[in-house]
């Protein structure tokens, strides 16, 4: 069974960091991409930052500068560090991945469960 799983979600003060943590499991053959998006109460999920097998990387524009994400291949995992943390990045923070799999080496869409971030002013 494929799935992703997240863990490192939490409080902490403005200007504080956090990290999360998303591994991908399963019978993959392949990641294309993954990414974090995030939900705020009321509002539309959005995308926050993603990164490419080749290891390109894109941030929406309110994190530039603040967070980074990476990836390690070898374990099928990708980590988004949050620093200068801002009671605006308060949300469900979800991963998302597109994985290949085996046997079939079709491309499918997957997210994670979603992990709680909570900034206090």
């Known amino acids: 069974q494929v799935q992703l799983v997240e863990s490192g979600g939490g409080l902490v003060q403005a200007g504080g960091s956090l990290r999360l943590s998303c591994a991908a499991s399963?019978?993959?053959?392949?990641?294309?991409?993954m990414d974090w998006y995030r939900q705020a109460p009321g509002k539309q999920r959005e995308l926050v930052a993603a990164i490419t097998n080749g290891g390109s990387t894109n941030y929406a524009d309110s994190v530039k500068g603040r967070f980074t994400i990476s990836r390690t291949s070898a374990k099928n995992t990708v980590d988004l560090q949050m620093n200068s943390l801002k009671p605006e990045d308060t949300a469900v923070y979800f991963c998302?991945?597109?994985?290949?799999?085996?046997?079939?080496?079709?491309?499918?869409?997957?997210w994670g469960q979603g992990t709680q971030v909570t900034v206090s002013s």
């Open positions: 998302h991945a597109d994985l290949v799999l085996l046997p079939t080496l079709r491309s499918y869409s997957y």
């Open positions: 399963g019978s993959i053959s392949s990641i294309r991409y």
